[in-house]
């Protein structure tokens, strides 16, 4: 038989711009390699553990399942070894070699840009192997996969450009083993006290004995297990660490349910939404254990997407351990411990906005957006919709929110709608013409700055008895009827009789200017300060939710609308003085176009502004002619 030869294999681009990174790096965060290594080696043992529970044949089946640390001061040298899985070659070349992971470029890209922050995110990206080229100049993996018969290898890399395979002529158990040679610069990390003090500090949860020397390091609690009132706070906040890299959570739910379903749950909020780069849209979900097993990594179905900021873990007793991550999917204890997870994360948060309204405003700050599109969840939308904040024309600043409850607590006796207005933010919706009838009256407006927002109530449908509604589709009937709360003395003399009749010719012939670009033009009795606005025929799109559609189909034409016009303002009253005196004067059809336009332009659906600042410059011009002649000047 041949004897195997040395196979040299080159490190893939990617990965070579990393190990530059790496390797040329003074970060004071060198330690976590060793976290990276143990939490490799403890993933290596839960695949085992996993394999040996469904019943395939794993080779020195009676080896315990551990992790152990050497180190040898004067060869600058340390050794991690586990008894899991270990590496065919095929697998040697693919995961350590390669960065599987997608999101890697952005990876290197945050890297290079912030270097401090490689503590926090590199196990993030599956690239933690790597980190070992923080300290070592040399990187020996000695390693045997638990199939049977397969080889003991060994693969051996500098971290410059390339790394090499070769057979290994010494007997090794399964499993594999790093060995470590440190740089000179970093030869102290061979030290008894500092790797106890790192293995405390980054690996204490890990749920197989981490050895160190002959000392067992690591405490193995299944902190979610305990009783509530045995846990302290510190320790909730050191698991949390443990599990995100991240500093303190925002907020601890621990969950202990013994009917219909047993299960304990421990989850985290964190304070930070960390979806900074959009990548854990991927990488959510709840650690699933089954008995103190950990049966997967990140399960995507225990939460819903909008729950997905949670952290944390699910243990339950009622779940076969030898269960396969693809069965889960069918099994109904599995969905029901699922919808309870949801249930009672929305319960917490329900008794947090209640208890603790400013924490739950905190809350809502990082993370109401993801929330949000809890709108479709039907069979918790009460629960969801008691969530949900807003900003309103009663509150003072974009600070301060409102729930629904509060909304419908100050209705007016008859109100049977929550009304709402669109717009990019809080000075822009307070000059929205439609919102003026609503101030006359004194009636709440709910402001949405959040294009998402609108769907929300698309989703939701109602609160209580209560549909949304937006202003600018509102039934103005519905609201006339309400007393006006600010009282105005009338600026203009009634119309006489005349009068009226002239005012519905400019109309009409207002409309006729405007031709099939509008439903009708008519008098208006929501508005105050402006002249005119565009009103949606009743059940239609919302202007806001049109001009989202149109943004992305290009081809979607603008709905007609009605235009309105107020009779009480001096443009208008001016408008029809002219109107008399020649019905056909060109400054009429000029203004109509104009109001018209300007009308589109607030509400987003103008396509092309050009005409409008045409006419409005020449207008301009005019006026200046006016002023000077006025003025004398
Ligand atoms: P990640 O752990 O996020 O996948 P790493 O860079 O830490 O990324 O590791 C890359 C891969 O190398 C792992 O996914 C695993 O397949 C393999 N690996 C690393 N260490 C071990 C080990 N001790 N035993 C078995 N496989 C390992
Ligand atoms: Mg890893």
Redesign the pocket.
């Known amino acids: 038989m041949k004897k195997k030869q040395t196979h040299t294999y080159e490190f893939k681009a990617e990965v070579k711009q990393l190990l530059d990174i790496l390797v040329h790096s003074l970060y004071t965060s060198r330690e976590i390699f060793l976290r990276?290594?143990i939490?490799?080696?403890s993933?290596?043992l839960d695949k085992l553990r996993f394999e040996s529970t469904r019943g395939t044949a794993v080779a020195d089946k009676d080896l315990p399942l551990e992790i152990k640390i050497d180190f040898d001061e004067k060869k600058k040298l340390i050794t991690v070894t586990?008894t899991?899985?270990?590496?065919t070659e095929d697998?040697l070349i693919k995961?350590?070699g390669t960065i599987?992971?997608s999101g890697s470029a952005e990876f290197l890209k945050q890297l290079s840009e912030d270097k401090s922050d490689v503590n926090n995110i590199i196990?993030k990206f599956?690239?933690?192997?790597?980190s070992v080229f923080m300290v070592a100049e040399k990187v020996v993996i000695k390693?045997k996969s638990f199939n049977e018969d397969a080889p003991a290898l060994e693969w051996v890399s500098d971290g410059l450009g390339s790394f090499e395979i070769n057979p290994l002529a010494e007997k090794i158990n399964r499993g594999?083993i790093?060995e470590i040679h440190l740089k000179e610069e970093t030869k102290d990390y061979a030290d008894k006290y500092r790797l106890e003090t790192i293995i405390k500090k980054h690996s204490n949860f890990i749920s197989f004995p981490i050895y160190l020397g002959v000392e067992k390091i690591n405490t193995i609690t299944a902190l979610w297990r305990e009783p509530k009132s045995n846990i302290k706070k510190e320790a909730y906040n050191e698991f949390y660490k443990f599990l995100t890299y991240d500093e303190e959570p925002m907020d601890t739910i621990h969950v202990s349910v013994d009917a219909p379903i047993q299960f304990n749950a421990l989850m985290f909020i964190p304070k930070k939404n960390f979806d900074l780069f959009g990548y854990n849209r991927e990488d959510y979900g709840l650690d699933l254990y089954v008995r103190r097993v950990l049966i997967q990594h990140k399960n995507k179905d225990l939460l819903p997407e909008y729950l997905s900021f949670v952290k944390g873990v699910v243990d339950s007793e009622d779940l076969p351990l030898n269960i396969s991550r693809e069965t889960l999917q069918e099994n109904v204890i599995f969905h029901k411990i699922a919808s309870s997870v949801t249930s009672q994360i929305l319960s917490y948060l329900v008794k947090k906005a209640k208890d603790e309204p400013e924490k739950y405003r905190e809350f809502w700050k990082e993370h109401g957006r993801i929330f949000k599109m809890g709108y479709s969840d039907f069979s918790n939308m009460e629960k969801f919709t008691q969530l949900l904040r807003f900003n309103s024309s009663f509150n003072e600043d974009t600070k301060q929110l409102v729930s629904l409850e509060e909304y419908a607590s100050r209705m007016k006796e008859e109100q049977k709608e929550i009304f709402y207005a669109f717009g990019i933010n809080r000075e822009a919706v307070a000059l929205d013409p439609h919102l003026e009838i609503f101030k006359k009256k004194g009636i709440e407006v709910l402001y949405l700055f959040d294009p998402v927002d609108e769907f929300v109530f698309n989703g939701v449908r109602k609160f209580k008895e209560f549909e949304f509604k937006s202003v600018d589709s509102v039934d103005i009937g519905k609201i006339e009827k309400f007393e006006d709360t600010v009282k105005e003395e009338d600026k203009f003399e009634k119309l006489d009789k005349k009068d009226e009749k002239h005012f519905d010719s400019l109309l009409a012939s207002m409309k006729k200017t405007l031709g099939d670009r509008v439903t009708d033009v008519k008098v208006s009795s929501r508005l105050n300060e402006s002249p005119a606005c565009l009103v949606n025929p009743d059940d239609t799109m919302t202007a806001s939710m049109q001009r989202l559609l149109r943004m992305t189909n290009k081809d979607m034409t603008v709905q007609k609308k009605l235009l309105e016009i107020n009779k009480n303002h001096k443009l208008i009253r001016n408008l029809l003085k002219i109107f008399i005196q020649n019905t056909n004067d060109e400054y009429i059809a000029n203004v109509t176009e104009q109001l018209f336009e300007s009308a589109l332009l607030l509400e987003g659906n103008l396509d092309d502004p050009h005409k409008l600042v045409n006419r409005l410059n020449k207008m301009l011009e005019q006026s200046s002619d006016w002023y000077t002649q006025v003025k004398n000047i």
């Open positions: 990276e290594l939490s490799n080696a993933d290596a586990d899991g899985v270990g590496m697998e995961n350590i599987a992971k196990g599956g690239v933690g192997f790597y390693t594999t790093i």
